[in-house]
């Protein structure tokens, strides 16, 4: 059976919008090592669009955006290699090696998590909320970043029960950034 592991930036306030926070080197890199744990991704429409606007490579030149730096590269490569899995009610089709993800949302990642293989990972905001609400994520990882963003979004709001957890791992970056990882006490 795969993991489903769920890992997101937030500041100390809450706030997960992907513009509130810029990850460095380590952090790209941690993220992409994170990303190479799992046989395939599974995200939400606005977090598939948004990543694949970002690290798709350009189709007709391949040469990297002028925003990109060197070590940006190996996330890059990661995320655009990954099998993606898109929940969306709203997409009619996908592509960067995607596929959509359609029905009842509980046995579809059931399903998924049922194959064999390294895991799972999502990320995002809305879907995880309703990965979590289902008790599907075997995994929360919470990169915290030592700043107050003052808004939203913010992390699972909205979760309608407790979820217990309990601390397995804990990786503190130069910048300041604590990442903290979670399985949840069952």
């Not at 940006?72 to 009610?89: C, E, G, H, L, N």
Request: charged share 25%; with cysteine; glycine share 6%.
């Amino acid at each position: 059976m795969r993991l489903l592991r769920y890992s997101i930036n937030v500041t100390l306030d809450g706030c997960c919008d992907h513009r509130a926070i810029v990850p460095d080197e380590d952090l790209h890199r941690h993220h992409a090592e994170n990303l190479a744990r799992a046989d395939a991704l599974l995200l939400g429409r606005v977090t598939y669009e948004m990543m694949e606007a970002a690290w798709r490579p350009p189709a007709r030149t391949g040469v990297k955006p002028d925003w990109m730096a060197d070590w940006m590269q190996p996330f890059a490569r990661t995320i655009d290699a990954a099998k993606k899995y898109v929940v969306s009610s709203t997409l009619d089709q996908v592509d960067w090696n995607a596929e959509l993800l359609r029905g009842d949302l509980a046995k579809a990642v059931q399903q998924l998590k049922q194959e064999s293989g390294r895991g799972l990972f999502v990320g995002g905001v809305k879907l995880p909320l309703a990965l979590a609400e289902l008790g599907l994520i075997d995994e929360y990882e919470f990169v915290v970043h030592p700043k107050l963003a003052g808004h939203g979004p913010t992390l699972l709001a909205g979760l309608s029960k407790h979820v217990d957890l309990k601390l397995v791992s804990r990786l503190q970056f130069s910048s300041g950034v604590v990442a903290t990882r979670y399985e949840p006490r069952r």
